[in-house]
């Protein structure tokens, strides 16, 4: 279960209401600077923008991709561990705007954790060290330290055993190439 909270509103849909819940300069400024970040091909000035400009907790060595999307309106709800890779195209959101509704919360990504090209992840998620998301999965649930998940909906993957080793730092590495989909 995701960890959101709920606001309803009245009148329109909570879309055409955005602006009584963020400014309307602070959405210009973070979508500047994100379309900036989704073309530099330099990590450490994406991470220093991500920090500094969009308030986001970005851990050392983290690698994000050309075209990660993350979330323009509520940017420092989210948080990165060290040495974790965003993957190509991959959309962070830390809000969902619904007819009745609005709803907001946290996402957690850990340490050493990668996130396959594509990827959604909606807010209130949290994803644990060392885990492994396949790539076009959309992450609507927590995922557990160390897991290997994919797809839509997000389930459990298998590991080819071969490609599957354990390193010096205690995690589990697998290739992303050796996956037994007949789960």
Known sequence: MRKV?????????????????????????????IQITRYCPILQVKNWIYRHLLGMKVGNHTAFGLMVMVDVFFPERISIGDNSIIGYNTTILAHEYLIHEYRLGYVTIGNHVM????????????????????????????????????????????A????????????????LLDIDNHS
Do not use: M
Request: with cysteine; aromatic share 6%; glycine share 12%.
């Open 115 to 158: 996130v396959g090209a594509n990827t959604t992840i909606l807010p209130g998620v949290t994803i644990g060290d060392g885990a492994i998301i396949a790539a076009g999965s959309v992450v609507h649930r927590d995922v557990a330290a160390g897991a290997f998940v994919g797809g839509n909906p997000l389930r459990e993957l298998k």
């Open 5 to 33: 909270t709920r606001y309803p509103v009245e009148g329109p849909n909570a879309l055409w209401q955005i602006y009584r819940t963020v400014s309307p300069w602070k959405g210009v400024k973070n979508f500047i600077c």
């Open 160 to 175: 080819d055993p071969e490609s599957t080793r354990l390193e010096d730092d205690g995690h589990v590495r697998t290739s």
